[in-house]
């Protein structure tokens, strides 16, 4: 089992940047990836940055060259520094970890919200 700890989120203006963490506790040796979703209001939650153990980063098409994921292995936490943030990115961020043994298991943090005023 996995435990995942948000935090960071707030409010900012346009144009502002945040960093959001995640710590991960738990079994974290089986982890294969980790990564970041958002739900905007009344919206499906979508991918927003995943980095796997190895392999490349995937960025969704609205925040790649404005968002940075990044991973701590010592401290077992993943980043997502966020620059030029729009209103649009509004919503509750959640951390993900990934865990493959034959079927894929997903675990979830309870979300930071994040609120970008124009």
């Known amino acids: 089992q996995v435990q995942l700890v948000e935090s960071g989120g707030g409010l900012v203006q346009a144009g502002g940047s945040l960093r959001l963490s995640c710590a991960a506790s738990?079994?974290?040796?089986?982890?294969?990836?980790m990564g970041w979703y958002r739900q905007a209001p009344g919206k499906q939650r979508q991918l927003v940055a995943t980095?796997?153990?190895?392999?490349?980063?995937n960025y969704a098409d609205s925040v790649e060259g404005r968002f940075t994921i990044s991973r701590d292995n010592v401290k077992n936490t993943v980043y997502l520094q966020m620059n030029s943030l729009k209103p649009e990115d509004t919503a509750v961020y959640y951390c993900?970890?990934?865990?493959?043994?034959?079927?894929?298991?997903?675990?979830w943090g309870k979300g930071t919200l994040v609120t970008v005023s124009s």
């Open positions: 993900n970890a990934r865990v493959v043994g034959g079927i894929s298991v997903d675990y």
């Open positions: 980095m796997p153990n190895y392999g490349s980063t």
């Open positions: 738990g079994s974290i040796f089986s982890i294969n990836a």
